[in-house]
DNA sequence: CGTTTATGGATACTGATACTATCCGTCGTA
DNA sequence: TACGACGGATAGTATCAGTATCCATAAACG
């Protein structure tokens, strides 16, 4: 398969190809010849786990890069590829909150992640994250949310556990894939989902 | 209080605060004289949401305009200011999905707001989005994903009614606001909670 | 009372992101 | 053997989220 055709299977232009060749979101076709490449089935699957991320999940393209890239780097813990990719998912926010909010923030966090007993790094991108927004709800004057915090990780953990029974792949590249594209589009299905949910029960409460 | 000490007194420079105003997040102080005018208690919270909604949300500015307009019009009913800023929370997504793949989404995902009694007007952005979502997992062949789609509807449901409870402010101004950053840090307080809950669920089935 | 600093308002500039477009020399096919 | 497609490189574009600069005026300070 060649480039064009390529891009007709996929329905992306041969341009953006191109430049997601360059930036290393695709690897290369096979040269047949200095200017001449080939692409496989590999390359589609490729493009459309691309464009699902960029289009649908609004991934930047750097982020989308780190993805892939843990997915093909098979050589290394699925624990650590999964880590890599979430990551990537996360990105740098600036602060947000002031540091006394944010320490307070911080060790009702810690509480939070004792009580559920998950075990996490203590640098993990998502936690700095939970803790500024926690902190904010706070600054906002939205007390009350807060204080469902343990009835969000609850629900939370329901799908985490859902997650883990839906994965069900064959192949260590397959399970990687299935994690990860699960973490991603898992989330935009969750936001839509949710919307939906909010708009029917406010049309219900009052409308 | 002059743009000075506004700026100082929420951290965000003077210049910026200029361009929320230009850009119509902010409302214009006061003037007092013709280039002086003074801002109060008001302006602050309205930083503090706004910076909320950009930094820590990831919302565009053209969003966080239409959210806080929505927030203003106070005179239209709480359904359809929520119904506004739900618009804004929804971005126009480029279509991923082949048509065929997406009229099939589209009967699944009927079927599932059917099954849960959620009645949603079909021009809802999320509806959209879910159903493109939806496609794209088939498509990338996480079927099993999709299988549990129920099961995330119902723990969808679960969040919508902690929020449900949650809200609890004395003045309909307050209990819009309360709503909409219930529905924004809320998304946020999710996702970085899902995240831990996998890191966690992760090290101990991976590692 | 004069000088320095801050202010409102307008306009211009910047850096990052995600593409698009163009060019060039080569290659495959008709 | 002509002609469009290709790989690879470089340049250009649109949008976004601020920054920077300028101006005339107002406030604060000595």
Redesign the pocket.
Known sequence: M????L?KATGI????I??Y??EGLLA??E?????????GEVHIRRLRLIRAL?DLAQV???QVKEIVESLDADDIPLHDQIGRAHRALTPARKPTASPEARAAAAVEVDALLTRRGWTVEPEAPALATLIETVAALRTLGQDNLVAFLDAYAEAVERFTQLEVEAVAAPTRDQLAESVVIGTILGETLITSMRLLAQESTSANLWR
Chains 1, 2 share one sequence.
């Open positions: 060649r480039i064009g055709e891009s232009p041969v341009p953006t191109k430049y060749l360059r290369p076709g040269l047949t010849s200095p200017n001449q490449a080939s692409y960029v930047p393209v750097a």
